[in-house]
């Protein structure tokens, strides 16, 4: 319940919302007690007109209100129909003041557990941001979806609905045990008896009820998830012949989903009944022992009925206990997770030292070890590198060897255990990563496009607003200009589920345009021309060899490129270079590179003999 205390500087920030809330819960249960007097006290008028009626001798016991009501009748001597009727329109009009109440409160109290949501969700999603990459590698997307979507929603039953209804129960039951009570004590005892017992087996009932629905619930994700994998795996699921498989597969799920669901409509139709049957002893109560005592005292008539109102009327809040508790202890649940992921820092922090002056210079790694936490992959061992400003560096390896590693480090994305980073003799742990990030442009080896146009996608790293001409050089650039062209609605034309669907060579220029665009001071090839043919990657890096005239630039690659003058080549092995040198040199050693390039210049040949051919 401790967990819930995270909420309330949430219900200080909307206080005067909830104050008058509760305001407006309190006013409108006062006006729904008011109703069953009157109509008791009718109900007594019409047995007075009745032969053989017997004074009325019980003390009326009304409230403030009725009571005045009750003595402007009775001053005004009006007739039997008036009365009836001007007793009618009053029932009317307090049943209206409670409706319009009861807007209000829920306009109140429900807008304001909207707002909360709100901001709850917008600080995960702050923390979303905040967190590192290492966050991301051990927590499943569905579990962060969920945190922000259901536990979110489940604390939002909270601190909306269930505490509404809870200050609605608590106001309603005191104003009708106190009314009952000023009516008649004994009575009042006696038909309030069932009514903890209802509360208690709702509470039960419920908590199976909720039960057997969270089972239900995840059974339904995982047939959901079932379903979504077999759409969007339908080629392979096709190509396999697989279809019986997986309907097979789905089908099991389905009919565990079915029996779960089943079993939830047996025990929600126990509920209703359970509940019809306590409220129904409770009338029971009322008609026979009131009715008893109506033998002596005929006034009782108009007691009874007002009695039988007050049991109707409170049926529902009574059962809205056990409801309510639930509901709290799931929201509390929930809570809990929601503050597990809000307490966690992430390892990748800002220093409060950090500098904010542009990056520029020289790039050091200096005995570089770097394992990955949560594995224990020795990715980066002992590595020492230096690219002066405006080099260009070709970084070679196999698959493995460490190179996204390496890129990472640069960008800050973990940090060393060992050694540092620096760039322009700062380490990088000492420069604002909102910085670094911003002056170094990372094409990542997988490319990610966003659901949008073509031209949001490319200017997505822009603060301002890009302007055409920008978007369509860096496209330009990465020559992919052409083909954009062409799509339907060209640089307006919307990428992804809901828009064309790229070639991977096509996105992965898109994304090469997205950081070419951000003009940035050094700036990192992640193997992002894997999915382009030779052709194609020779006519981009021609390109970039103007744009990167003055760019430190980093070109990770399976490919030797031996028209275009690197700086440096090193070639990566388990982490630690083993090759380093200009193009001539490693030839020399005879090394990975060497063999690399005799392989490819053999391939060269055969490309070109074939061309001939078909010439
Ligand atoms: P390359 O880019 O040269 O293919 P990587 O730098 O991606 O190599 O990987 C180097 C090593 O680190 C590999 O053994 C790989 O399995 C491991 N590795 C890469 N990324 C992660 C990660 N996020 N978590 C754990 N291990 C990783
Ligand atoms: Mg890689």
Redesign the pocket.
Known sequence: MKQLSAINPYFWKYRSRFFIGIIFVIGANYFAVLAPQITGFVVNQVQLHLPGAKPVLSKPGHDWLVASFIHWVETNNFDFEALVAISSLTILLFAIIRGILMFFMRQTIIVMSRHIEFDQKNAIFHQYQLLD??FY?TNSTGDLMNRMSEDVSRVRMFTGPAIMYLINLVALIGFSVVSMLRKDVMLTLYVLAPLPVLAITIYLVNSVINKKSEKIQSLLSDLTSNAQESYSGIRVIKSFVQEKAMLGFFKKNSEAYREQAVGLAKVESIYFPSMALMIGLSTLFTICIGGMQALHDSSKLGLIVEFVIYINMLTFPVSAIGWTASMIQRAAASQKRINEFLHATPNIQNRASASVQPITGSIEFQKVNFT?P??G????QNLNLKIEKGQKVLVL????????????LLLRFYDPQEGSVKIGEKDVKEIDSKILREQISYVQ?DVFLFSDTVANNISFGLSEKATVEKIEKAAQFSNVHQEILGFDKGYETLIGERGVTLSGGQKQRISIARALIKDPEIIVF??CLSAVDAKTEYKILSNLYTYLKEKTAII?THRIFSTFRFDKIIV?EN?SIIEMGDHDALIMQNGYYAELYRLQLTEQEKELEENNLEN
Do not use: P, V
Request: no cysteine; proline share 0%.
């Open positions: 990459t290492n590698k990955y949560h594995t992959i020795k990715a980066i390896g196999r698959t493995g060897s460490g190179k996204s590693t390496l890129a990472q080896q992640d193997d990770i990566l982490g």
